[in-house]
């Protein structure tokens, strides 16, 4: 075992319940049909070591619930799947945990579905036109048995420990906000604010038994103007401590746009941007627990947070996805091999929209249960991949991990392809330790023969005679047919990304996808002033709405001026001439990319400017792959020279291509 992090694999014991280490892998809801999803999703991270795996988002009441897709606490339906998800944790050796969550006044499934009305600490308007009663006391002594009654049906099924949710604006917050005004014993002193977090951890105690432990999330801060700061924190903190077996600290709101990005950092926020709230509050809180969570992943930080008494535990959610074998590979000394979360918001965004959780730098994610199955690759091939960017490398190494020969081709100088141009973006830290961990990996394989500055011909191939070529040619930037596009203050996104020293101070930018929208903090956090033009009525997040919402907040923190629904029709050397389309942007917008207005609406505007960047789109070299279409018995086309998408859709296709090599 590695001596490195001694601090992180000390044992804690919470009530009576040993843990392994100080690695708790924090709740992420994803539903629990199908089951063998949820169940292989789980129990990877038990798998990889973590000392606790929590499932997230069960609500303890029909009441309560938030959204569909929550576990059903509620009554014994959901009993033999939440039976076999604990087991598949627990015969790993991590602890199940399961969270309990009830929304109060935001339980906006239940009013709009089954007519419920809404309850919180005091009456009032959601901002959703739902009318709120205050919850009464008959009400609230309900609620604490419905989660204790859940905390129980949770142990019966095998779970370890309880996660009760009090933060993010679900019900518990609501009381145990300076705002609950209530004139009776629930309300306005902080001892009266948090008697109903206080109760609930008590109770489950009653019914439980005190040696089983109870996990309480709160915010320490709500890091939003008009939110309560870390003062109040510390003070909830203390009201819980001796009733709660472990204080888990968040911070900000689910129901605040703005600060969703921080209670779930982007790649905007330094590593441990949140630890410093449970550092605070451990300083006042001196018999309980305290886990920190948020932008979690570099070990050498994992290991200072308990070491030097920020806090006891570690909490993760998308460090553990991004590498669920962390935790081992840390304790066996492997540390340079951890695959670091890019803080992305890929998987966040991405179950969203579906019931699957993926993750853009680790294809196994989303398809945990699918990898119990051995690979049928019986037959050992020669396999050439053309081009050494994301799809290319995670290709080369699925086929040399199946016991394929590889050569692997890049016709630049290093592997990395072209989000090589990113690497001292210092919000793309994690990108760029991401490509070297790749260059690493295949490193170590001895069979895989790289060949740099060199472009795949189809003489080559024919040289070469492999019997399998994948293709991860890539995409190239498109030049936008513009009048003045070739004057000499005009350049491609991708130049300026190498070249930042060659933009002047006030630059226009050609283009809201998300290149030129990076580029343009980018070259703001240098003290360049940027205005973004976009032809459409909206900017575009690829699909990704939370990295979305985490560029409108610093868009708009930075004063970065954007003209949506702006047609670019001339560049001079004074700026670019645009005009309005005519298509007027439509108002609002819920986590996700907020609506941005043209600066003209009739006529044409000049956007003074020294320097004009475009990033446009980019081309697929479908010719180029054409080329190499006949060059073997069988031929692969992956990643952005079929079309442009993202890392996940790279590095994903890139996977379960080479995966299949092999079966015939």
Same mark, same amino acid.
């Given at each position: 075992?590695?001596?490195?992090?001694?601090?992180?694999?000390?044992?804690?014991?919470?009530?009576?319940?040993?843990?392994?280490?100080?690695?708790?892998?924090?709740?992420?809801?994803?539903?629990?049909?199908?089951?063998?999803?949820?169940?292989? @999703? @789980?129990?990877?991270?038990?798998?990889?070591?973590?000392?606790?795996?929590?499932?997230?988002?069960?609500?303890?009441?029909?009441?309560?619930?938030?959204?569909?897709?929550?576990?059903?606490?509620?009554?014994?339906?959901?009993?033999?799947?939440?039976?076999?998800?604990?087991? =598949?944790?627990?015969?790993?050796?991590?602890?199940?945990?399961?969270?309990?969550?009830?929304?109060?006044?935001?339980?906006?499934?239940?009013?709009?579905?089954?007519?419920?009305?809404?309850?919180?600490?005091?009456?009032?308007?959601?901002?959703?036109?739902?009318?709120?009663?205050?919850?009464?006391?008959?009400?609230?002594?309900?609620?604490?048995?419905?989660?204790?009654?859940?905390?129980? @049906?949770?142990?019966?099924?095998?779970?370890?420990?309880?996660?009760?949710?009090?933060?993010?604006?679900?019900?518990?917050?609501?009381?145990?906000?300076?705002?609950?005004?209530?004139?009776?014993?629930?309300?306005?002193?902080?001892?009266?604010?948090?008697?109903?977090?206080?109760?609930?951890?008590?109770?489950?105690?009653?019914?439980?038994?005190?040696?089983?432990?109870?996990?309480?999330?709160?915010?320490?801060?709500?890091?939003?103007?008009?939110?309560?700061?870390?003062?109040?924190?510390?003070?909830?903190?203390?009201?819980?401590?001796?009733?709660?077996?472990?204080?888990?600290?968040?911070?900000?709101?689910?129901?605040?746009?703005?600060?969703?990005?921080?209670?779930?950092?982007?790649?905007?926020?330094?590593?441990?941007?949140?630890?410093?709230?449970?550092?605070?509050?451990?300083?006042?809180?001196?018999?309980?627990?305290?886990?920190?969570?948020?932008?979690?992943?570099?070990?050498?930080?994992?290991?200072?947070?308990?070491?030097?008494?920020?806090?006891?535990?570690?909490?993760?959610?998308?460090?553990?996805?991004?590498?669920?074998?962390?935790?081992?590979?840390?304790?066996?000394?492997?540390?340079?091999?951890?695959?670091? =979360?890019?803080?992305?918001?890929?998987?966040?965004?991405?179950?969203?929209?579906?019931?699957?959780?993926?993750?853009?730098?680790?294809?196994?994610?989303?398809?945990? @249960?699918?990898?119990?199955?051995?690979?049928?690759?019986?037959?050992?091939?020669?396999?050439?991949?053309?081009?050494?960017?994301?799809?290319?490398?995670?290709?080369?190494?699925?086929?040399?991990?199946?016991?394929?020969?590889?050569?692997?081709?890049?016709?630049?100088?290093?592997?990395?392809?072209?989000?090589?141009?990113?690497?001292?973006?210092?919000?793309?830290?994690?990108?760029?330790?991401?490509?070297?961990?790749?260059?690493?990996?295949?490193?170590?394989?001895?069979?895989?023969?790289?060949?740099?500055?060199?472009?795949?011909?189809?003489?080559?191939?024919?040289?070469?005679?492999?019997?399998?070529?994948?293709?991860?040619?890539?995409?190239?930037?498109?030049?936008?047919?513009?009048?003045?596009?070739?004057?000499?203050?005009?350049?491609?996104?991708?130049?300026?990304?190498?070249?930042?020293?060659?933009?002047?101070?006030?630059?226009?930018?050609?283009?809201?996808?998300?290149?030129?929208?990076?580029?343009?903090?980018?070259?703001?956090?240098?003290?360049?002033?940027?205005?973004?033009?976009?032809?459409?009525?909206?900017?575009?997040?690829?699909?990704?709405?939370?990295?979305?919402?985490?560029?409108?907040?610093?868009?708009?923190?930075?004063?970065?001026?954007?003209?949506?629904?702006?047609?670019?029709?001339?560049?001079?050397?004074?700026?670019?001439?645009?005009?309005?389309?005519?298509?007027?942007?439509?108002?609002?917008?819920?986590?996700?990319?907020?609506?941005?207005?043209?600066?003209?609406?009739?006529?044409?505007?000049?956007?003074?400017?020294?320097?004009?960047?475009?990033?446009?789109?980019?081309?697929?070299?479908?010719?180029?792959?054409?080329?190499?279409?006949?060059?073997?018995?069988?031929?692969?086309?992956?990643?952005?020279?079929?079309?442009?998408?993202?890392?996940?859709?790279?590095?994903?296709?890139?996977?379960?291509?080479?995966?299949?090599?092999?079966?015939?």
């Amino acid at each position: 075992m590695s001596q490195k992090y001694q601090h992180l694999f000390t044992p804690i014991v919470l009530g009576k319940q040993l843990f392994r280490n100080r690695i708790f892998n924090s709740p992420t809801g994803v539903e629990i049909n199908p089951e063998r999803y949820s169940c292989g @999703y @789980y129990e990877r991270k038990a798998i990889g070591g973590a000392a606790s795996v929590c499932i997230g988002d069960a609500c303890p009441s029909i009441n309560g619930r938030t959204r569909q897709s929550q576990i059903n606490l509620w009554n014994r339906d959901e009993n033999q799947k939440l039976t076999d998800m604990a087991r =598949c944790i627990t015969r790993h050796g991590a602890v199940a945990s399961m969270e309990i969550l009830h929304a109060g006044n935001c339980s906006y499934y239940s009013a709009d579905t089954f007519g419920a009305p809404l309850y919180g600490p005091m009456e009032g308007v959601s901002p959703f036109g739902h009318e709120i009663h205050e919850m009464p006391e008959e009400m609230i002594l309900q609620v604490i048995e419905e989660h204790a009654q859940a905390a129980l @049906y949770a142990k019966e099924c095998g779970y370890g420990m309880v996660t009760v949710h009090g933060g993010h604006g679900w019900i518990i917050t609501q009381f145990l906000s300076p705002e609950n005004k209530r004139k009776d014993k629930w309300g306005g002193s902080i001892e009266n604010r948090a008697r109903l977090a206080v109760a609930i951890c008590d109770r489950i105690h009653d019914l439980c038994g005190k040696g089983f432990p109870v996990e309480m999330r709160i915010v320490g801060d709500e890091v939003y103007e008009g939110g309560y700061h870390i003062e109040e924190g510390i003070q909830q903190a203390l009201q819980l401590e001796g009733h709660a077996d472990l204080i888990h600290v968040s911070t900000g709101s689910h129901e605040v746009n703005e600060v969703f990005t921080i209670t779930h950092p982007s790649m905007f926020l330094a590593d441990g941007a949140n630890v410093k709230y449970a550092a605070e509050i451990k300083k006042h809180v001196k018999t309980t627990p305290i886990a920190t969570v948020g932008a979690l992943s570099e070990p050498d930080l994992l290991e200072d947070i308990i070491a030097s008494g920020k806090a006891d535990v570690v909490e993760m959610a998308r460090g553990l996805i991004a590498d669920p074998d962390l935790p081992i590979k840390l304790q066996t000394g492997r540390e340079d091999e951890v695959r670091k =979360c890019m803080r992305c918001l890929f998987c966040f965004s991405s179950h969203m929209h579906s019931a699957i959780i993926p993750c853009a730098i680790n294809p196994e994610i989303g398809h945990e @249960y699918e990898m119990h199955t051995p690979v049928l690759n019986n037959v050992k091939k020669k396999v050439l991949v053309a081009g050494g960017g994301m799809g290319g490398m995670e290709a080369a190494i699925t086929a040399a991990r199946n016991g394929h020969q590889v050569i692997l081709c890049e016709k630049r100088d290093r592997l990395g392809g072209a989000l090589l141009c990113e690497e001292k973006v210092s919000f793309k830290e994690k990108l760029d330790q991401y490509i070297k961990l790749q260059r690493r990996l295949i490193s170590k394989f001895d069979n895989i023969e790289v060949r740099l500055n060199t472009a795949v011909t189809p003489e080559l191939a024919k040289e070469i005679a492999p019997d399998a070529i994948i293709c991860a040619l890539g995409a190239r930037p498109v030049k936008p047919n513009l009048p003045g596009i070739d004057l000499p203050n005009v350049f491609g996104a991708e130049e300026i990304y190498y070249h930042p020293e060659k933009a002047g101070e006030n630059v226009v930018l050609l283009g809201g996808g998300l290149v030129g929208l990076e580029l343009a903090i980018h070259l703001n956090m240098m003290g360049k002033k940027c205005t973004v033009v976009e032809m459409m009525p909206s900017l575009n997040d690829g699909g990704n709405n939370l990295h979305g919402l985490a560029i409108s907040t610093e868009i708009n923190k930075r004063g970065i001026k954007i003209s949506t629904s702006t047609k670019a029709l001339e560049i001079t050397p004074e700026g670019v001439l645009c005009e309005f389309t005519g298509v007027e942007p439509k108002p609002g917008f819920r986590f996700g990319m907020a609506p941005y207005y043209p600066e003209a609406k009739e006529g044409t505007k000049l956007f003074k400017a020294d320097t004009v960047i475009y990033s446009v789109g980019q081309r697929p070299l479908w010719d180029e792959a054409d080329a190499l279409r006949f060059c073997a018995p069988e031929f692969y086309q992956v990643g952005d020279c079929v079309t442009p998408k993202n890392i996940y859709e790279a590095t994903h296709t890139a996977h379960y291509v080479a995966q299949d090599l092999g079966r015939m």
